[in-house]
């Protein structure tokens, strides 16, 4: 017996997506329709500007957003969270679950072409799988972060979910698994997971990062670090008649008011990483457009729990008490965020709002920091990205009002800071002691924000859990979420997680954003992503 899963997973976010979603300002029609014209004009160049570069283009070789924006035009995945986070079929066509929950049989698509020109059926994604999960495998090159969290390891390890993946037939894909696995078709939309030309990993091997090839309606073009990604319109597109646009070019401007001139004068057309008081800005011209990502994140500091002092449990509850979050909200976010006080928005199910944030009390907080040894205080180091991010537009300014908060309980934190790659890559291996920090989901599930960030699997290094956090009370309950069913129970898991989150305090939560982006004028059909997984096939300029 075989039951069938329906394509669209409800999500409880969707009110509360559609809501702040309503709330951009200024020419908010400019992005998403256009009265004057009979309908979508082709051609045409869209420069899209940021703050940072791509990592690499080889999706599952990344997890942050600078890579992840680009790599989503290039590749598809076998399903898709629309922007209402609703779980869509993409290069699958259907999907069937045993009773057991261990066999999944994916129907896949027919007629579909990678970039290159070669077909895209079982054998290929057979051959991605492989390559994901066997380190033997001879194009395993890269550390494949998402695969190992996702799925207990690689391959021959012990805890590793995937017994095999065969191809039934030309579009018949077959996952048998040694555990029930929940969210399975969730992880199946992850960007990383996008689906990669086989001979194309075979020509490029370690460079495919570099030349990367999928089935998207963007084809890579050409790369200058930290300059510009050139994509061009995949012309064999699957979906006939799109995309309309001929090109798209991703630039690097690191400066955030640099980009909002480059919006002004016509530069680019689209910027994001905006300085929050610019958004005033734009809604009050009439040649630009300012529209609100829907909020899906969270930004953060964390404590290397590994290291002394931040190993006491009371050091951490004590700086989480010094901090005025909402001082820090009202001062650097110009009305586009909301405090936070668990790892994941609230908006998404399983959020625990029983849950009583800690207290700005700076009284309080030099008795805990006394009682955990250290009535002087202590020196220490603060971390913050050179670059904004969405859930965190001003990290330099935000480092630096926590530099005076924790001055108020003693404690001296020296602010220090690096590049976006560099900074990653320091993070993960630890050499931090505090760092801000944040996530912004790529799946409408708590696991996403939780197992990667916070489950004790996840400490080797390079590390996707920057605290170094290790509970595992708190990574049982994530493990059971992960094999339960029934979503009330899977709640219900989640809310205890968060409980244990709170009293041991490996974070400091500090925001939910609706990133503002802005636009010029003449661009239609641009809807922003919760997941910043933009969708640019309807997108055209009107010039």
């Not at 020419?27 to 420069?47: D, Q």
């Not at 590749?75 to 922007?83: A, Q």
């Not at 944030?357 to 040894?373: C, F, I, P, T």
């Not at 609706?514 to 969708?535: C, I, Q, R, S």
Request: aromatic share 12%.
């Amino acid at each position: 017996m075989k039951r069938k899963s329906s394509f669209i997973v409800s999500i409880l976010l969707v009110l509360s997506l559609i809501l702040s979603a309503c709330g951009g300002g200024g020419n908010n029609e400019a992005a998403g329709g256009n009265s004057e014209n009979s309908g979508p004009k082709e051609g045409g160049t869209l420069i899209y500007a940021r703050g940072a570069d791509s990592i690499s283009l080889d999706p599952i070789n990344v997890t942050d957003g600078e890579s992840t924006r680009v790599t989503t035009h290039i590749f598809e995945t076998l399903f898709v969270y629309d922007d209402k986070l609703e779980l869509q079929p993409k290069l699958a066509e259907s999907y069937e679950t045993s009773e057991d929950g261990l066999t999944w049989t994916i129907k896949l698509k027919k007629g579909i072409k990678f970039q290159d020109g070669t077909d895209f059926n079982a054998d290929a994604v057979v051959f991605n799988w492989e390559r994901w999960m066997d380190p033997a495998n001879p194009y395993h090159q890269g550390d494949f972060p998402y695969y190992p969290f996702l799925y207990g390891g690689f391959k021959g390890d012990p805890k590793h979910k995937v017994e095999h993946v065969k191809a039934l037939d030309e579009s018949t894909v077959e996952f048998k698994l040694t555990e029930p696995t929940a969210p399975f078709i969730s992880y199946l939309a992850i960007q990383m997971f996008g689906i990669a030309s086989p001979e194309a990993i075979k020509k490029y091997g370690e460079k495919f990062g570099e030349n990367p090839v999928g089935t998207g309606p963007f084809k890579f073009d050409s790369w200058n670090r930290n300059d510009k990604i050139v994509l061009k319109a995949n012309e064999n597109y699957s979906e006939e008649g799109k995309p309309y646009l001929d090109e798209v070019i991703f630039r690097v401007i690191p400066d955030n008011s640099s980009r909002l001139t480059a919006l002004q004068s016509g530069e680019v057309d689209i910027i994001d990483g905006l300085n929050p008081d610019d958004a005033d800005t734009i809604k009050a011209n009439s040649q630009l457009s300012l529209v609100e990502r829907p909020s899906f994140n969270i930004g953060y500091m964390v404590f290397n729990t590994q290291l002394a002092p931040f190993d006491n449990v009371k050091v951490r509850q004590a700086i989480n008490m010094a901090i005025d979050k909402q001082e820090i909200v009202d001062a650097f976010y110009n009305g586009y965020a909301e405090v936070a006080k668990n790892p994941f928005p609230p908006g998404l199910w399983g959020y625990n709002n029983d849950i009583e944030d800690y207290k700005y009390d700076v009284k309080a907080a030099k008795k805990l920091l006394a009682e955990a040894g250290y009535p002087d205080g202590f020196k220490t180091e603060l971390w913050a990205m050179s670059n904004p991010r969405p859930y965190m537009p001003q990290p330099l300014k935000v480092a630096e009002a926590i530099q005076a908060d924790l001055k108020e309980i003693g404690i001296e934190a020296e602010i220090k800071t690096y590049e976006w790659a560099t900074y990653l890559q320091k993070s993960g291996n630890g050499e931090h002691t505090m760092g801000l920090y944040g996530w912004t989901g790529v799946m409408a599930d708590p696991d996403n924000f939780l197992y990667p960030n916070l489950s004790s699997t996840n400490t080797q290094k390079p590390a996707s859990n920057r605290s170094f956090y290790v509970n595992e009370e708190f990574t049982s309950l994530l493990d059971q979420a992960r094999v339960t069913f029934d979503q009330e129970e899977r709640a219900k898991l989640y809310q205890q997680a968060q409980e244990i989150f709170h009293a041991d305090a490996p974070w400091v939560t500090l925001a939910h954003t609706t990133p503002p982006l802005g636009l010029a004028g003449y661009v239609e059909g641009f809807k922003p992503h919760p997941m910043e997984k933009e969708d640019f096939t309807e997108v055209y300029l009107n010039k």
